[in-house]
């Protein structure tokens, strides 16, 4: 196995900083039982008043469900640990567990769902848009794209290669459109766009700003549907994050161009900007930008972070639809930070250079670990490809930087 030579090598066993009570999310007593009520979102809540031992002897923490361990584990440095035992039972779960509820989640220009599971559980449901050799065409603008289910589990999978992991779990999922979102859904303006199709399909379109209508229905055969499960964060009740807008963002208009497409000295009025003026917090937008050129996203126009940690934290790479559209161009544009601020983390560099080698190749590597999702083959061969391409243009960028 590539994979677990790849994780077994040096530069991925890097320790990370001693983690204190302050650097965690969530402080908890291990020893102390936690009740779930359910609310307009589903929150877990202390129990002080329950045994601290559970008649088992085991404590607490060891009946807690998965997903409650995962929100639990997120730290100032990561949002899951290198060696996550949680995380192929999470997986698990996400394919597996039975959806008991269905609803549309409100903004974001297409549809899009909220899966709730028996334990409380919340995933992210993107349905299936496009085929895998669907190529975005060339004339659509990156605003109006399509977002991608396969994009969304293979953009955690590349995140977690590249060892920066800070997109949440993913899996693919088969869902039967009839028993698990129309038979279940509380969601009445939902349910009123469900129909069956003249070929005897089972499809809806919910409401959304974007593809949202009987053109753009999704059908399953007849109610199989595909899509991608991402599991939640923690709801931003309990663990406020804010919202960044990157420097880099594009200006979202047919014919206008961003600052930064004009000024090639734009970096260094960035790097007097807070929070770029301190910290690593330019390193981090560039290890998001060398992972949205490997997939193609153009679409990148915010960040978040968690509130607690500051400006010391890692970014969180949210919402990946819109990578892996198109294998046979590379927008070296998404590059510019990299290519303006010649700054790359070292260690971002070093795995770079090692994923580029034969026994490490990052296609190699990913089509292992795409291999074991419920929906494999996950992406076509033709974008596999792309990304050895992809890394050697942004190797490249790397050394014309050290050139100067």
């Given at each position: 196995?590539?994979?677990?030579?790849?994780?077994?090598?040096?530069?991925?066993?890097?320790?990370?900083?001693?983690?204190?009570?302050?650097?965690?999310?969530?402080?908890?007593?291990?020893?102390?039982?936690?009740?779930?009520?359910?609310?307009?979102?589903?929150?877990?809540v202390s129990s002080s008043k329950a045994e601290t031992l559970l008649p088992t002897g085991k404590?607490?923490?060891?009946?807690?469900?998965?997903?409650?361990?995962?929100?639990?584990?997120?730290?100032?440095?990561?949002?899951?640990?290198?060696?996550?035992?949680?995380?192929?039972?999470?997986?698990?779960?996400?394919?597996?567990?039975?959806?008991?509820?269905?609803?549309?989640?409100?903004?974001?220009?297409?549809?899009?769902?909220?899966?709730?599971?028996?334990?409380?559980?919340?995933?992210?449901?993107?349905?299936?848009?496009?085929?895998?050799?669907?190529?975005?065409?060339i004339d659509f603008f990156y605003f109006s794209d399509f977002e991608r289910h396969n994009a969304?589990?293979?953009?955690?999978?590349?995140?977690?290669?590249?060892?920066?992991?800070?997109?949440?779990?993913?899996?693919?999922?088969?869902?039967?459109?009839?028993?698990?979102?129309?038979?279940?859904?509380?969601?009445?303006?939902?349910?009123?766009?469900?129909?069956?199709?003249?070929?005897?399909?089972?499809?809806?379109?919910?409401?959304?700003?974007?593809?949202?209508?009987?053109?753009?229905?999704?059908?399953?055969?007849?109610?199989?549907?595909?899509?991608?499960?991402?599991?939640?964060?923690?709801?931003?009740?309990?663990?406020?994050?804010?919202?960044?807008?990157?420097?880099?963002?594009?200006?979202?208009?047919?014919?206008?161009?961003?600052?930064?497409?004009?000024?090639?000295?734009?970096?260094?009025?960035?790097?007097?900007?807070?929070?770029?003026?301190?910290?690593?917090?330019?390193?981090?937008?560039?290890?998001?930008?060398?992972?949205?050129?490997?997939?193609?996203?153009?679409?990148?126009?915010?960040?978040?972070?968690?509130?607690?940690?500051?400006?010391?934290?890692?970014?969180?790479?949210?919402?990946?639809?819109?990578?892996?559209?198109?294998?046979?161009?590379?927008?070296?544009?998404?590059?510019?930070?990299?290519?303006?601020?010649?700054?790359?983390?070292?260690?971002?560099?070093?795995?770079?250079?090692?994923?580029?080698?034969?026994?490490?190749?990052?296609?190699?590597?990913?089509?292992?670990?795409?291999?074991?999702?419920?929906?494999?083959?996950?992406?076509?061969?033709?974008?596999?490809?792309?990304?050895?391409?992809?890394?050697?243009?942004?190797?490249?960028?790397?050394?014309?930087?050290?050139?100067?």
């Amino acid at each position: 196995s590539k994979l677990a030579a790849l994780f077994e090598h040096p530069l991925y066993n890097i320790p990370v900083p001693e983690v204190t009570e302050k650097d965690k999310l969530f402080i908890v007593n291990p020893m102390e039982k936690f009740s779930l009520r359910s609310s307009g979102s589903d929150e877990w809540v202390s129990s002080s008043k329950a045994e601290t031992l559970l008649p088992t002897g085991k404590t607490a923490y060891d009946t807690y469900p998965t997903w409650l361990k995962f929100h639990i584990g997120i730290n100032r440095y990561e949002l899951y640990p290198r060696r996550d035992p949680l995380l192929p039972t999470l997986l698990r779960d996400l394919a597996t567990q039975r959806i008991v509820s269905s609803v549309q989640k409100s903004g974001g220009t297409q549809l899009k769902l909220i899966m709730t599971f028996p334990n409380y559980g919340q995933a992210l449901f993107k349905p299936m848009k496009q085929t895998r050799d669907q190529e975005t065409p060339i004339d659509f603008f990156y605003f109006s794209d399509f977002e991608r289910h396969n994009a969304e589990i293979a953009a955690f999978h590349l995140d977690r290669i590249l060892d920066f992991r800070r997109i949440p779990p993913v899996s693919g999922r088969l869902i039967n459109i009839t028993k698990e979102i129309r038979d279940i859904t509380t969601d009445k303006k939902l349910a009123k766009t469900f129909f069956i199709s003249p070929a005897g399909n089972v499809c809806f379109y919910g409401e959304c700003s974007y593809y949202c209508s009987t053109e753009h229905a999704l059908c399953g055969k007849p109610d199989g549907l595909e899509g991608s499960m991402a599991a939640l964060l923690p709801d931003k009740t309990l663990a406020k994050r804010r919202s960044w807008r990157s420097p880099w963002r594009r200006s979202y208009h047919k014919s206008k161009k961003a600052e930064w497409e004009l000024n090639p000295n734009y970096c260094s009025q960035v790097r007097e900007t807070p929070p770029y003026d301190r910290g690593h917090r330019l390193l981090d937008l560039i290890d998001m930008t060398i992972l949205d050129f490997l997939m193609g996203n153009m679409d990148r126009h915010h960040y978040e972070t968690f509130e607690k940690f500051g400006n010391d934290t890692f970014l969180l790479h949210l919402d990946n639809g819109r990578g892996f559209g198109t294998h046979s161009r590379d927008e070296l544009s998404i590059l510019a930070p990299l290519q303006q601020c010649c700054s790359i983390k070292k260690s971002t560099y070093l795995r770079l250079q090692l994923l580029a080698t034969q026994p490490y190749r990052l296609s190699d590597v990913l089509r292992e670990a795409l291999a074991a999702d419920p929906l494999a083959p996950v992406l076509a061969e033709p974008h596999l490809r792309a990304l050895d391409r992809r890394l050697g243009k942004v190797l490249l960028a790397v050394g014309h930087c050290l050139a100067r």
